[in-house]
């Protein structure tokens, strides 16, 4: 192994990694055999997943899985070039259509990651002039315009916010009286309104009727992460702009494909012109190599399924019904709101993951999220739930909750006065349907 120097940075990570790591504070990464179907192999057990992103079982799909194959052997392992360098490749294009004719509109453009589609997306929309004046001398006003961004926003969210040159405004969240106060004081031309569609951490849902009146209202543009409302949430799983129907009123929809698609990547659809600048001008589409050929065939037979499968929907909403109404049974608080992620919230880290162990004891893993990832004293079990659980394995969860609610108790949740019974026949018509 080669010796490093040792400067004073080095020694700074060493004596910050110590720090943590006393405390119990550096999180584990399980070695699992294989992804969750949702059951995996650890350390010889086998365990019952409750932390997975997969929500429609997709990654799994035999058929997704051979056109996948049938592509790494045509087109090889990677692109190995930047798609305006030589590594553009007809089933990117492909994908792209297939994308845009799901999403119901007239482009979208694809990306390594969803994290990168954010990561370029919202410095390529806000800072257009600022690049053609750089790059190619076009007059502009050389006014910044101004980002309105939900607290809670994802992460990748936040780091495409900082690459940009524009104004920042954070709203508290889903408070739509700070967003307008804020819109209708901001003097910039060129506002945009970005938000989660369902927040990763908490499971809740934007606004978006609320929202998207007030960006007509204000002459602002509207850009929806919908990562985990994507092949999800609405009658054809078009996402939380379709729950809502508000789909004409977002301008930018941008996706992750690592989720209820099952695979890797993420993407943004909107109108033709809006892609073909970005693609033109986005640094980190133009500085990085692209989705390779297998996860864009594997992707165009995932959308497939989730067209034309939606019973795989109506039991993902079943097994949410299931658990919910087994929670509440149990008395164990919840918040209320229709999602597969649902947060039990336990203020410290330590609680957090005791927890975690509980559950790991009888064979359910669920994933104690923590800071970074969540505010200080803000940690809490984040349960997932996927169309393949079955009833038995929810069953299993219930019980391992009930033993951490004795020992350790989960806060109670804001639920304004309504009960359980009430705000569970307010549920959307193709959720009750289940
Ligand atoms: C809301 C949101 N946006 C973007 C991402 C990034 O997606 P990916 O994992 O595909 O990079 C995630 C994933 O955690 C997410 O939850």
């Known amino acids: 192994m080669n010796k490093k120097p040792t400067t004073p940075l080095l020694k700074n990570i060493a004596a910050c990694f110590d720090w943590l790591d006393e405390d119990d504070l550096i999180p584990k990464e399980p070695l699992i055999e294989a992804p969750p179907s949702p059951v995996f192999t650890l350390d010889g057990r086998k365990i019952v997943s409750f932390s997975s992103n997969n929500y429609l079982g997709m990654s799994r799909r035999p058929e997704v899985i051979n056109a ?18 030589g590594g553009n490749i007809a089933l990117l294009e492909a994908l792209e259509a297939r994308i845009a004719s799901f999403k119901g509109e007239e482009a979208a453009m694809i990306f390594a990651t969803g994290l990168l589609a954010n990561v370029a997306t919202i410095p390529g929309l806000i800072d257009a002039e600022w690049y053609c004046n750089k790059f190619y001398g076009k007059d502009w006003s050389k006014e910044p315009g101004t980002i309105f961004s939900d607290s809670l926003n994802h992460r990748s969210i936040q780091m495409g916010i900082k690459l940009s040159h524009a104004n920042v405004v954070k709203y508290h969240h889903a408070d739509m009286d700070h967003l307008e106060q804020e819109l209708a004081s901001c003097k910039s031309n060129n506002k945009l ?27 602002a543009t509207v850009m929806i992460d919908d990562a985990h409302g994507t092949g ?96 509440n049974d149990l008395d164990i608080p919840f918040n209320y709101q229709w999602s597969p992620i649902i947060p ?64 350790i108790g989960f806060s109670q949740p804001g639920n304004s006065q309504q009960t359980w019974e009430e705000f569970s026949k307010r549920s959307p018509s193709y959720i009750t349907k289940t």
């Open 68 to 85: 996948a194959r049938n592509a790494l052997s045509k087109f090889t392992m990677g692109t190995c070039e930047s798609r305006k360098l």
């Open 193 to 219: 309104i970005v938000s989660d569609g369902v927040f990763s951490m908490d499971g809740d849902l934007a606004p978006l009727p609320e929202l998207t009146t007030l960006a007509n209202r204000y002459q």
């Open 344 to 407: 039990l919230h336990l203020g410290s880290a330590h609680k957090a993951y005791r927890a975690e162990k509980l559950l790991l004891d009888r064979a359910i893993s669920c994933i104690a999220v923590v800071p970074p990832l969540v505010a200080n004293n803000c940690s809490r079990l984040r349960i997932t739930v996927n169309s393949t659980h079955t009833q038995e394995q929810i069953e299993q969860l219930l019980a391992g909750l009930i033993v951490a609610e004795r020992e």
């Open 232 to 327: 999800v949430f609405g009658e054809n799983g078009r996402g939380v702009a379709e729950h809502f129907g508000v789909e004409k009123d977002i301008s930018i929809h941008m996706g992750t494909l690592s989720k209820a698609v099952g695979a890797m990547g993420g993407f943004v659809a909107t109108d033709r012109k809006v892609i073909d600048f970005l693609k033109s001008t986005a640094s980190g589409y133009r500085f990085t190599s692209s989705l390779p050929a297998e996860q864009a065939a594997g992707i165009i037979c995932a959308i497939d399924i989730m067209e034309n499968e939606p019973q795989l929907r109506d039991k993902l909403w079943q097994n949410v019904t299931f658990l919910l109404n087994g929670l």
